[in-house]
């Protein structure tokens, strides 16, 4: 077991990124570091300005384009 004060480093701050490193905390570790490529200060996750994660397009975080309801 990793020990609460142990320096965690996650890769990704997307949806999975981002809600292991909410949870870490929730559960006591106190030195986490989220790393991702995109930089949020200049773009905002926005797929427009050159961010192409997961995590930037609705459709596929949320999976609406994968048919019609019959």
Not at 43 to 61: E, L, Q, R, T
């Amino acid at each position: 077991m990793v020990s609460s004060d142990s320096k965690i480093i996650i890769v990704g701050a997307g949806v999975f990124g981002l809600s292991t490193a909410l949870w870490l905390a929730r559960d006591g570790y106190k030195d986490i570091t989220v790393f991702d490529r995109c930089s949020f200060d200049k773009n905002f996750y926005n797929p427009s300005n050159g961010c192409d994660g997961a995590s930037a397009d609705i459709n596929k975080v949320f999976r609406m384009a994968y048919g019609e309801k019959l």
